[in-house]
């Protein structure tokens, strides 16, 4: 048995959610490309979940449970006022996730219409935990969601307690059409792990959250724009870049374990960036990640992945950036949930083996021997 670090290359399962083919990003067969210029994020996330783009009336109807769904229950907002404000948000968020299993019923119903209503429940739910969390943390009252309006504008309205301008809420909308879904990605597999036991559909989504708080995955975002502060400037781009270089340092937002001639997501997220900046007379954010790409391509070779001009778009939108990863999370549901209904549909526990490379051969000493 030898072992394969980081699992590179191996196929785990098969799936028919999203796939990567050369470069190319397809959720359900649609080209993220397409997907991002035309589809909202509520299509995409019935197109994950069922398999197809929804109608007229099937679009109508997810949209008035997930509006149905988006209120947390109170006791979960009360355990959110005693989380320190200062807790780092992506553990904050897994906590409160974690926390919504205890106040549903149906948490441990298995059967698949249960499953379905829950991976709605979540995604309608996810926004209003991570706008209530920023909103507790500047010790203003959460705000209760809206009915009748889309995922992206709900979050924006529960998050600055007004109502957003259209802009934004389209920028916000196809951020999270990007980020649905991205097939066996280190969060996902976690989610699919954990619901392989047969666990319940909170503690897969639970598990995937914990993953993708790392820096090496969606952390990252949060990431680049601490970098971005740090640099502060256009002119300290390269001698900052340079000695990070020099020092073998990993930059953030750059590299990809799938992908090496570059992100099929990064591309949009570069011309929203370009095009927020410009709308505010401000483009140095996106001025100083054009620079850095240069560097980081030029040098290394490495292109910029997912988070890279994430961080500008939302930091250009009036974002905290605590809650980057935190958005993250909530496009990432869909795909999380996604996955997760079709693990339990043709289940098998996951368990790999391990190379060994330990001692052998030790022989038991008693303690007052050793
Ligand atoms: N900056 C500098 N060097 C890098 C970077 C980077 N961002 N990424 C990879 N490299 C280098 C590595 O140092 C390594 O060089 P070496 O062979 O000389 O040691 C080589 O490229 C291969 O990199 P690995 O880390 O082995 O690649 P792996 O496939 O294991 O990791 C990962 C992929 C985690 C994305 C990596 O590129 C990375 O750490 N990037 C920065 C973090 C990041 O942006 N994560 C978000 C990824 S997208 C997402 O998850 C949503």
């Known amino acids: 048995m030898t072992a394969t670090k980081g699992l590179e290359g191996i ?3 098969t799936s028919s959610i999203s796939s990567i083919v050369d470069g190319v990003l397809t959720y359900r067969g649609y080209d993220i490309d397409e997907l991002a210029e035309h589809a909202t994020f509520e299509e995409t996330a019935y197109l994950l979940w069922f398999g197809s783009l929804p109608t007229v009336p099937e679009l109508e109807a997810l949209k008035r449970d997930l509006s149905a769904f988006a209120k947390i229950p109170e006791q979960v907002i009360e355990q959110m006022k005693l ?16 926390s919504l299993a205890l106040y549903d019923e149906a948490a441990d119903d298995m059967s698949r219409e249960a499953n379905e209503i829950k991976a709605v429940k979540l995604q309608a739910q996810l926004p209003t935990i991570v706008a209530a969390l920023s909103r507790i943390r500047k010790g203003l009252e959460p705000v209760a969601p809206k009915e009748g309006v889309s995922i992206a504008e709900n979050f924006l309205y529960m998050l600055w307690g007004k109502e957003p301008d259209s802009v934004s809420v389209k920028a916000l909308d196809t951020a999270l059409v990007l980020h649905a879904d991205h097939e066996l990605n280190a969060s996902t597999f976690a989610g699919r792990v954990t619901v392989a036991t047969l666990s319940d559909i909170y503690s ?12 090496l995955h969606g952390g990252a975002n949060e990431a ?11 002119e300290a781009v390269e001698p900052f870049i340079r000695k990070k270089l020099d020092n073998r340092e990993k930059i953030m937002g750059f590299g990809h374990r799938v992908y090496k001639n570059g992100d099929p997501r ?3 997220l570069m011309k929203m960036s370009l095009e927020l ?7 140095t954010l996106y001025d100083m990640s054009v620079n850095i790409e240069q560097m980081i391509t030029g040098q290394k070779g490495l292109r910029p992945n997912v988070d890279f001009y994430s961080a500008s778009v939302y930091t250009q939108l ?26 339990y549909t043709d289940n098998r526990i996951i368990r790999p083996r391990a190379e060994y490379t330990g001692m ?11």
């Open 11 to 13: 196929v785990a399962t």
């Open 83 to 98: 989380y320190p404000k200062d807790a780092n948000t992506m553990a904050a968020l897994r906590s409160a996730v974690s």
């Open 204 to 215: 897969g989504v639970t598990s995937a959250i914990g993953a993708l708080k790392g820096p």
């Open 224 to 234: 680049v724009m601490k970098m971005l502060e740090e640099i502060g400037s256009l």
């Open 266 to 268: 990064a591309k949009h």
């Open 277 to 283: 900046g410009t709308m505010k007379n401000d483009t």
């Open 318 to 343: 009036g974002i905290d950036r605590e809650l980057f990863t935190p958005i993250f999370a909530i496009s990432r549901t869909s795909g999380w949930t996604a996955h997760i209904l079709e693990q």
């Open 360 to 370: 052998v051969e030790q022989k038991y000493v008693p303690v007052d021997e050793r």
